[in-house]
């Protein structure tokens, strides 16, 4: 198992510009999460999908953010247009839905730079 | 709203020791709580999850603690090693809005030879 696939592993953009963070997550998980981390604010959750279906994205910062989980292996966060207090580590994390013992399995994020 | 704390943030120990991590929640009504580490430039990875009805749970040296009543989960290392030395982060997943897990901002551990 080759566990949540994030990538890029290191993103450096310019102020404006669009940004696109990309995740695989583990062959039979139901569930996604997308998560920020910052040390300010720790970690929070941004949005979370159930059987690639949106359920939750009240954590979404600001109309610039989006994500999308076209299919069950494979999502992406988008940012646009990119602000320097967007500066962060952005992780994807899945597991099994409605298992609530289960645990939840993180990638290693996308460390986002906006200058 | 569940709010995770963990004290202290940071803790520096020699190599060989024993040692205890806090956390503290405000809800007791949770499924679950979860012990994580994360080390630097990397994502977090799951050390131990303990059952709402569980007491405790053990993984090598690990040992986590939860007494759901007073709010509390402590995790126990012992022998500390310089390989220890990382942030370690918990996380409960409450009962109502069970999908999101609500983290603490964790504790930075040193372990020096």
């Known amino acids: 198992d080759a566990g949540v696939i994030q990538s890029p592993r290191h993103e450096v953009t310019e102020m404006g510009q669009e940004v696109t963070l990309r995740c695989k997550p583990i062959?039979?998980?139901?569930?996604l999460f997308w998560y920020r981390q910052t040390m300010m604010r720790g970690l929070e959750l941004l949005i979370y999908?159930?059987?690639?279906?949106?359920?939750?994205d009240s954590g979404m910062p600001e109309d610039r953010f989006s994500a999308k989980m076209p299919n069950a292996s494979f999502s992406t966060l988008k940012i646009q247009p990119s602000e320097p207090r967007d500066s962060a580590v952005y992780f994807c994390?899945?597991?099994?839905?409605?298992?609530?013992?289960?645990?939840?399995?993180f990638g290693n994020g996308t460390r986002l730079t906006v200058t | 709203k569940q709010e995770v704390t963990q004290i202290p943030a940071a803790l520096s120990v020699p190599e060989g020791e024993n040692l205890v991590l806090n956390c503290s929640f405000t809800?007791?009504?949770?499924?679950?709580l979860q012990w994580f580490r994360q080390d630097p430039g990397k994502g977090l990875t799951s050390l131990l999850l303990?059952?709402?009805?569980?007491r405790e749970q053990t993984s090598g040296r690990l040992n986590a603690s939860l007494d759901k009543s007073s709010g509390r989960s402590t995790l126990y290392i012992a022998a500390s090693q310089p390989g220890d030395s990382a942030t370690y982060l918990c996380?409960?997943?409450?009962?109502?809005?069970?999908?999101?897990?609500?983290f603490g901002q964790g504790t930075r551990l040193t372990i020096n030879p």
């Open positions: 062959s039979g998980h139901n569930s």
């Open positions: 303990i059952q709402s009805s569980q």
């Open positions: 809800d007791s009504a949770i499924y679950n």
């Open positions: 994390a899945s597991g099994v839905r409605l298992s609530y013992n289960s645990p939840l399995h």
């Open positions: 996380a409960v997943r409450p009962i109502q809005g069970a999908q999101k897990l609500v």
């Open positions: 999908f159930n059987n690639n279906v949106p359920i939750d």
